[in-house]
């Protein structure tokens, strides 16, 4: 099967069973601050298990990205290093809510590793909380995991997500690999066996029984119902399925492994360090891939760091594989074509995707080299004086100048046996802190320059290309000249860059030389201090030189988009006050020139209604094509005029007042359009809480609505096309769907409740004594194996001491079970009983004391193989 079969058919074994096909969530939580990204499947359903929100489903089913990098489960040093640990990857769940609990989540999994899948038993091991007896009968009982092969653990089998949240006891399943798997040989230490931690036994699902939370003390508390969590890691699955070494050599993965290859002329599998390398990269980038799609971008804190951390390291392993130019967009597309079709939010992002990891991969090439290079000398130094730890403040240089983050450092050292003096590290941290505390908006290069004495003017809103004259040149490490490949602030006496303020991002672009020999791209625009605006960027050509005259040529597109979210901004502002009251006050904005976010203070959550009815109003005013004006006057009387000034901004004595129309006034230094009709049209994308009291709206604007409505026109088109209906029918197809799915399962439900339950009276109807037992030898029709199984399991317990003998016709075959209650086992046994009774039905077979049962080739002597049990048991005549 290839990957996306797999996945298909997992999915489709619990469609059957009842369960509703859920998407993936976000690799973003989208409301649980306690967490970084989704780790496990469960997080979507989190306030389900915690019982503070309900599904119209009681099962559901799906394939999650996860991403496992920080907090509780970090998975990254093992990344490349082992071939079964990703960051991102996907993992398949099925749940119940309050509905099924431990003996279905067994039940079903073993169903589908052995008999659908058809894994091989003798290598399968199942594990069980050291408290939980329930669950050992359960695989003793309803499944054929040899005996001892249920083994027992303590941590190992008890699942949280993170410090705080819904958890439980768990049971694991795990495969055997073989000896030849273990990647752990040459450590005399190790033993291979269950949760050893090498590749030989490894863990294929997990199933949690959730019945806890946890609460920030620590404390465990019993959750309102029982409920089932269960996760099994898609690739390590797809590994044991394919028959393959590692999860790298899947489908999915290789064909990423392959564009590496090609980009690195490289062959996969024939050198250690080179496979560690192209796993690492085909791990990041299918990680890079999905966090940008789900709205992450490179950032210095936060989500956006990770994101850094990854691309970083992936481009530190491009260079060991002999990779010079940037390489890593090109492996986003072989992503795209392995798992565009499960998850087409990469396909539809493709392009944006690709450009940001380009650029950030730009942006780091101009310091990986001589970072690494320094990297280098302080290697040998240490060595030389037998340290076994890079000084601290050699890792901050690294990570102030270079760009390099800790985690890159410290990965690196792993290959020369040496670690980083951390205490050093998080001093100069600290001073640096200190030093550039009033100066903070500084980013990348944190170090502040002193800027005294300088001026820069900022030539206003219209302007889109400028000449003026380079008067400040900074670096926080490197010294003049400033040559190619160098990462400068520069400062000109006058610039068209808006630098970052009021929420809208800094322009990029280029500065240059007016005979053209010098070239230096802006990749953004910040105030280092009050009237001097820093163009941050990288020398592309030529020389800077302090007193040149230069060309500065802003990038128009992306400030036209700017432009269009930040005029926005202004008219739901204004809409937001209409609708829910004067109280409602901006707390914060960004305008990218994708999108743009508002936060603002409100107490509840804005119904879909008002919202609806604040989105109208908003397209209603561009529609209206208002007139935007600017207009500079001195702070009081802005004021008086009823301009809304923002938050937390420090205003000149003199402010620009923007005004559109009758509808908006406000304070504010940034670049707008110059009639509201400019905006074209404007979508909210969502709305939600962010801190106590406070809401948080995006939305898109001109041609980033219009991509919003094209893929929402290609999911509806995929979904007509799944229910085989017209668009237009799509939601009511479905929902007939899902009745007719409900009526089934209550229909089944019944059917099965009739044929055990309901007969079991009537079948004991049969029943003789001998000697205080009771013997029933009985026909039952209408089970199959597993449910004759259970009706026997049924009629013992209800018989209490006694044997039970079932004969069943089954098509062609005729079908034995005998069944002795365990007080009994002394006296009878159910092997023998069947061994003497299956000759007369054309059959052979035996057993268990307790349990047994055979096939035969002929069901019409069922009858007398039955009255020859009476027999055979000493009741053969009443
Ligand atoms: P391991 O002990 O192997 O790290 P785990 O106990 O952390 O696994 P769970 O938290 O139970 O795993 O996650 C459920 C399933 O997800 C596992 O059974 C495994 O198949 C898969 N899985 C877990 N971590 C990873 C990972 N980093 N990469 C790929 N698959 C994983
Ligand atoms: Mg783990």
């Given amino acids: 099967m290839t990957g996306d079969e797999i996945r298909d058919s997992f999915l489709d074994f619990f469609r059957e069973r009842g369960h509703t096909v859920v998407p993936s969530a976000p690799l973003v939580p989208e409301d649980d601050p306690s967490l970084l990204f989704v780790n496990a499947g469960m997080v979507q359903f989190k306030q389900v298990f915690l019982g503070k929100d309900t599904r119209p489903y009681r099962r559901a089913v799906d394939s999650q990205k996860c991403l496992r990098i920080s907090g509780k489960h970090n998975d990254l040093e093992q990344v490349g290093r082992d071939t079964y640990h990703h960051t991102f990857f996907e993992m398949l769940g099925n749940w119940s809510f309050g509905d099924y609990y431990k003996r279905e989540a067994i039940a079903w999994a073993w169903e589908l590793l052995t008999r659908v899948w058809k894994l091989p038993k003798d290598r399968l091991w199942a594990t069980v909380h050291t408290t939980d007896d329930e669950a050992e009968q359960l695989w003793r009982e309803i499944t054929d995991v040899g005996r001892d092969r249920i083994l027992r653990f303590d941590a190992e089998n ?109 062959t996969y599998g024939r050198a250690p360090d080179d496979d560690v390398s192209m796993r690492v990269i085909c791990d990041h980038a299918r990680a890079v891939t999905f966090l940008i799609a789900d709205g992450v971008l490179p950032s210095n804190e936060g989500r956006g760091y990770v994101l850094r951390r990854l691309l970083r390291r992936a481009a530190r392993h491009g260079k060991l594989l002999g990779l010079a130019k940037p390489f890593l967009h090109e492996v986003v597309g072989a992503v795209v074509h392995a798992m565009g079709r499960p998850y087409p939010e990469i396909v539809a992002q493709h392009a944006r995707i690709a450009d940001a990891v380009r650029e950030e991969e730009e942006r780091f090439a ?67 802190r200190a030093r550039g505390r009033g100066a903070q908006r500084f980013t990348d290069a944190a170090v502040a320059p002193d800027a005294r004495g300088l ?41 068209p860059f808006y630098a970052e303020s009021g929420g809208q991002v800094g322009d990029r672009g280029w500065i240059e030389s007016l005979d053209g020999s010098m070239a230096f791209e802006v990749l953004d625009t910040q105030k280092i201090a009050q009237g001097v605006i820093a163009h941050k960027g990288t020398v592309r050509r030529g020389r800077l030189r302090r007193g040149e005259r230069v060309r500065l040529r802003i990038d128009a597109a992306r400030r036209e988009a700017s432009r269009l979210n930040h005029s926005a901004t202004h008219l739901v502002h204004a809409a937001l006050r209409h609708h829910l009251g004067s109280h409602v006050k901006q707390a914060g904005s960004l305008v990218t020139p994708d999108r743009l976010r508002f936060d603002f203070n409100h107490g509840k959550p804005v119904g879909d209604e008002t919202m609806r009815e604040i989105e109208d109003e908003v397209n209603g005013r561009i529609r209206a094509n208002l007139e935007v004006s600017t207009e500079e006057m001195p702070y009081r009387q802005a004021l008086e005029k009823g301009a809304l000034a923002f938050f937390g901004e420090k205003y000149g004595a003199t402010v620009t007042v923007v005004r559109m129309g009758d509808y908006s006034t406000e304070l504010c230094g940034g670049t707008h359009v110059a009639r509201t009709g400019d905006i074209g049209v404007f979508k909210v994308r969502g709305e939600a809480g962010v801190a106590a009291g406070v809401r948080r709206l995006e939305a898109v604007t001109g041609e980033g609505a219009l991509e919003l409505i094209r893929r929402h026109e290609a999911l509806l088109h995929e979904i007509a096309a799944l229910v085989r209906a017209p668009e237009d029918e799509a939601a009511a197809k479905l929902e007939k769907l899902l009745a007719q799915q409900r009526e089934l399962e209550k229909r089944i439900a019944e059917l099965q409740g009739k044929l055990a339950g309901g007969a079991a009276p009537d079948l004991l109807a049969d029943a003789r004594r001998v000697d205080g037992a009771t013997i029933v030898a009985t026909r039952v029709e209408g089970l199959d194996d597993k449910g004759l199984r259970e009706l026997a399991d049924r009629l013992r317990d209800r018989i209490k001491s006694g044997v039970v003998v079932l004969g069943s016709a089954q098509g062609e075959r005729a079908l034995l079970l005998a069944a002795v209650t365990k007080d009994l086992t002394g006296r009878y046994h159910a092997g023998n009983i069947i061994k003497q009774l299956a000759p007369l039905v054309g059959g052979g077979g035996g057993g268990r004391p307790d349990f047994a049962q055979a096939g035969g080739k002929d069901p019409a002597r069922l009858d007398a193989a039955l009255a020859a049990a009476y027999e055979l048991l000493g009741a053969g005549s009443r």
């Fill in 158 to 266: 008890f699942w949280e997500m993170g410090d705080t949240g819904p958890c439980g006891p768990c049971s694991e399943i795990h495969i055997d690999r073989g000896a030849a798997a273990c990647d752990r040989r040459d450590d005399p230490a190790h033993v291979c066996r269950v949760n050893a931690g090498c590749a030989r036994y490894i863990e294929i699902w997990n199933l949690v029984f959730i019945q806890y939370n946890r609460d920030e003390s620590g404390k465990l508390s019993d959750l309102p119902a029982k409920h089932v969590d269960t996760g099994m890691g898609f690739e390590r699955l797809a590994a044991v399925m394919q028959n393959v070494a590692s999860n790298y050599d899947v489908d999915v993965l290789r064909g990423i492994i392959a564009s590496v290859e090609r980009l690195a002329k490289k």
């Fill in 366 to 432: 101009a310091t990986l080299d001589r970072g690494l290079a320094l990297l280098a000398t302080e290697v040998k130094r240490a060595k030389a004086e037998r340290a076994s730890a890079l000084p601290g403040e050699v890792a901050f240089r690294l990570y102030d100048t270079f760009g390099f983050p800790l985690d890159l450092t410290e990965d690196i050292l792993v290959g020369e046996g040496l670690t980083v003096e951390i205490a050093g590290f998080e001093r100069a941290m600290e001073e640096q």
């Fill in 455 to 495: 001026e820069s003017r900022f030539v206003g809103d219209r302007v889109a290309q400028y000449e003026s004259e380079i008067v400040g040149l900074f670096s926080s490490e490197q010294r003049e000249p400033f040559g190619e490949g160098a990462e400068v602030d520069v400062v000109t006496a006058e610039t």
